[in-house]
């Protein structure tokens, strides 16, 4: 199974921006759909946004317009480029295997996530 490790959050100001990074021990294309998810404290984990194979994205509308999502199948990364942070949006944010809509559930094993922080 590939491994995946999330990295880039921390604390940030309302308003500002993050780039999340997901590395994959093996190969991404093969994957399929890749996604970001997070998890706020006492929330259930959600979707944040996908990647198809062919780049068609998808976001959940909290996010629309402030976070895009990209891969690179020849280094094995999914990307999320987070601007206009809000404090709703803090939590621990994970990649993963990405299934069907229109709930896009992970497929694979969780990583250890990357936390996200966002003051007022």
């Known amino acids: 199974q590939v491994q995946l490790v999330e990295s880039g959050g921390g604390l940030v100001q309302a308003g500002g921006s993050l780039r999340l990074s997901c590395a994959a021990s093996?190969?991404?294309?093969?994957?399929?759909?890749m996604g970001w998810y997070r998890q706020a404290p006492g929330k259930q984990r959600e979707w944040v946004a996908i990647?198809?194979?062919?780049?068609?994205?998808d976001y959940a509308d909290s996010v629309k317009g402030r976070f895009t999502i990209s891969r690179d199948n020849a280094k094995n990364t999914v990307t999320l480029q987070m601007i206009g942070l809000r404090p709703e949006d803090a939590g621990v944010y994970y990649c993963?295997?990405?299934?069907?809509?229109?709930?896009?559930?992970?497929?694979?094993?969780w990583g250890q996530g990357t936390q996200v922080t966002v003051s007022s």
């Open positions: 990647i198809t194979r062919g780049d068609n994205t």
């Open positions: 993963n295997r990405a299934g069907r809509p229109p709930n896009y559930v992970g497929y694979d094993s």
């Open positions: 093996g190969s991404i294309f093969s994957m399929g759909t």
